[in-house]
Every structure is written in C-alpha cells, then in structure tokens.
C-alpha cells in the first residue's frame, strides 16, 4: 500500500501544529532527543497569548524555546518526569516548573490510566514503506503517549537513528494526526561523563564483583562511567546489557569484545534499553543495529523482567545515604537534582535474580559551596525534604572510595558500623556519636 497520499494529506507547517494549544491544555513534548524543535520554536511565539498550558517531558538535552519566552511561567508549567540539566534548572529557580514523582517502569500506565494529552508533540524519523516513524532513541513511553492523545503530532527530523528493536518502537501513520517536516537539526548530544580518583576506587571495588556473562545496567554520571572503562580494561567476558538508559559506555564495551548477550536468559545477543541519550558515536551505533533492542520502559524496568537475568548487575549513583541503608537519589533538601528513575525497580530486580547485585555508589565526600567546606555524604538524617529514593530493607550493596558494605541481613547497628566503616575517616568519630544517639550503636562496636 502507498501511505503517500496520506501523509501529503496530514502534512502542516510547524506555525500550524503550535495553534492547535489553548490554554489549559495539558500537552506532551516527548523524551529526551526527541523533544519537538520547529514546533517548540512556533509555540514559543504564544507566550503571552496562551495561558496555564502544562508541558509534560524529561531528560532535557537542551533548553526549550518555550523556557527562554516565558521565563516566569506565565503561559507554560513544565512537569517533568525526570530531569536533566533544562529541567533542573527550571524546577529550581522558578514556581513554573515540577517534578512528577514516579518509578519510571509505572510511566505507560500512568499515561495510560491517570493522565490527560490533548497535544502530543513527538519527533520521529522519516516515513517508511510500510506507514511507519521509528521511535527513535526513545521507545520509553511514548506509544502509552500516542494512545492517550487527543491529537498526535510528528516532527520529522532525517537525522534522528533507526532504532530496532522491540516493540512499541513504531508508530503508523494511521494513528498520527499530522505531520511536520522539521528542519532536520544534529541530534542533541549528552556528553559521556568524566571520572576522576574516587570514581576509579569505587569502580575497581564494584568491577571486582562482576562474574563473566552477567546482564549489567548502567546509570548516567561519573562513577557508572568509571565502571564501563574499567570492565573494558578487565578480563570480563561474555557480558549482557539490559538497562534502563542505553549510553556510550556500552558502545566501547561492546567494540572491545566485552558484550556479547550470550549468556542472556531472554532477549539473548540483544543490548536492551528504554532510552538513549549521549554522543554522536552512541547515536551512530543504534542507527538500523539489529544488536540494540528498543523496548518500552514497562519491559526493560519491570523487577519482574529484570529478575529473569541471571547474575544481573545494577550500579546507579546516590546522593546521599544515611545510617540504616536509606538511598536519597533525587533532591538534596529541596534542591531538585534528577528522579526516582528505575534505580528502586532494578534494586529490586538484580536482588530477585538469580547471583544478582545491586551497588549503589557515591563519594564519601562532597565540597559544599554554601559552608565552603567538605562534607560528608553518608549522614545520621537526610537534610529536611530529601526524597528516599531507596528504602532500608531492599537495599544491597552500598560503595565510597572507602569501600563496599552489603546491607543485607544486617540489623539496624550492624548496618551503622557497616556504613560508618565506608564513610570518610576524618567523619566516621561524629557519625559514630550521632548512631549512639540514634541507640543504633553498641558497647561492643569499635570506638
């Protein structure tokens, strides 16, 4: 069948798709690389004119136009499902931007079930064939986003990759309002993170743990980088990927021989992944590479799923740990720093399979700008409105610099020594008197 017809039919400019928002409406502006360029420029220009209009996305790689012409908020609130610097930034500094507390894995069903789209606004690739625009970097959510819309919005951009997959990577022209021919801009580009000193000590100590043929999960940031660099350095072999952000560390895993998927329970000789955000070498390795498998994040974070992969591993970063093993990944007070993500689900997930593991990472330490000193980021209490992005009783393997502590099976005063023991030496006396205080420590732990 020839879908031409069609799509000349459907096919409006990017001034025309930004008319269809009135105030009040709630609208979607897709994930990470694929928010929406031409049409965000065009709705930009409405600033003033529309009023109370909510634009829901995450993982921003960029700064909108709609952020830059309606700084105070007046036109547009911005929820965010997870934040990358743009959204942090907006949370942050004004009253017109919020975060939507969520297990990432829940996000299909939540559109689905509990929220409103009367615009969505998804950048694809060009039109196949066969009527179809592929996803993209982002299978996550966005189908649960098409189903949900009152109207459906592509921008096509020619530079975006192919990504295989999968399923609910896909959507027909069938089910597309209309479509805009944008102006097809490079793909935006996360840098891969850098790593310093402590980030290698804490790698070395997580790489160490790591058997040969486990299904590994990276998060974002300095010291899951560290670990990628140091397991192409080892001797590993065999490996899988199975994660909720598919980065560039895994690219080099991959080209130096590390990854294979052999040993995968389901999904075998597949890099599996919701969404993908880094450089133009990651980008460049997705593009029509049967080896990569697009998946919803329903699939690729559900515990249950996760369980099925032998000898999994989990390694995200934290903010903050406390004492008895909680995690704080998400703020530091009130200070919005990203979102629950999948780092509960895949904690879950790894402990559930079989020989799996999850680490939690963190520096012992942190230069605080505001008291212009070194503290500690292991503390007896979270500081005032930090979220608990991990509960005590499911967390499993806690690293520093100074080493790694698995909390599980441990009591309240086992883990406080446990923990104190992979603290900062020069803080470990005044977190030992605050566990006393607790009454989380005893007689018999070391002074």
Not at 29 to 38: D, E, F, L, R
Not at 70 to 92: E, K, L, Q, T, Y
Not at 100 to 120: C, G, T
Not at 306 to 317: A, E, G, P, R
Request: with cysteine; aromatic share 10%.
């Amino acid at each position: 069948m020839d879908y031409r017809k069609e799509y000349g039919e459907k096919l409006i400019s990017a001034e025309k798709a930004a008319s269809f928002v009135n105030s009040g409406d709630y609208v979607d502006y897709a994930w990470a690389g694929q928010t929406p360029v031409s049409i965000d420029r065009e709705l930009a220009k409405r600033a003033g004119e529309l009023e109370n209009v909510v634009v829901r996305g995450g993982v921003l790689l960029g700064v909108p136009e709609i952020f830059k012409a309606d700084p105070n908020g007046d036109s547009f609130i911005w929820f965010s499902w997870h934040s990358g610097g743009a959204d942090r930034g907006r949370i942050n500094s004004t009253d017109a931007a919020f975060y939507s507390p969520l297990r990432y894995s829940e996000l299909p069903r939540w559109y689905r079930e509990n929220s409103r789209v009367d615009v969505a606004y998804i950048v694809v690739a060009p039109m196949n064939k066969h009527g179809y625009f592929n996803m993209g970097l982002n299978a996550s959510h966005l189908m649960a986003v098409v189903e949900t819309a009152k109207k459906v919005v592509v921008e096509v951009n020619e530079n975006l990759p192919i990504a295989l997959g999968g399923f609910e990577n896909e959507v027909h022209i069938s089910d597309v309002d209309f479509i805009v021919e944008g102006e097809n801009p490079e793909m935006l580009e996360l840098p891969a993170g850098s790593f310093g000193e402590v980030d290698k000590k804490v790698a070395e100590l997580i790489v160490a743990e790591i058997p040969n043929g486990a299904c590994i999960q990276l998060g974002i940031g300095g010291m899951p980088n560290a670990v990628g660099s140091l397991i192409a350095e080892s001797d590993l072999k065999d490996l899988g990927v199975h994660t909720e952000m598919f980065v560039d560390a895994f690219v080099d895993l991959y080209n130096r021989g590390k990854i294979t998927g052999a040993k995968k329970n389901i999904d075998r000789f597949r890099q599996t992944y919701a969404f993908a955000a880094g450089t133009k070498k990651l980008y460049d390795f997705i593009d029509n590479n049967p080896q990569c498998m697009s998946a919803p994040v329903d699939y690729t974070n559900d515990s249950r799923i996760i369980s099925k992969l032998d000898n999994f591993v989990s390694i995200n970063n934290a903010v903050n740990i406390d004492l008895v093993g909680q995690v704080s990944s998400e703020s530091s007070g009130y200070k919005h720093i990203s979102g629950a993500g999948g780092q509960l689900d895949f904690v879950l997930g790894s402990y559930l399979a079989e020989g799996g593991k999850s680490f939690v990472c963190l520096s012992s330490t942190f230069f605080n700008k505001k008291t212009n000193k070194e503290e500690s980021r292991i503390v007896p209490n979270f500081e005032m409105g930090s979220a608990i992005t991990v509960p005590r009783p499911v967390t499993n393997y806690l690293v520093t610099e100074h080493g790694i502590f698995n909390a599980k099976g441990k009591s309240t005063w086992e883990r406080a020594e446990g923990i104190i023991n992979i603290a900062a030496p020069q803080f470990r006396d005044e977190l030992i008197s605050e566990a006393e205080k607790m009454g989380i420590w005893r007689k018999s732990n070391r002074k």
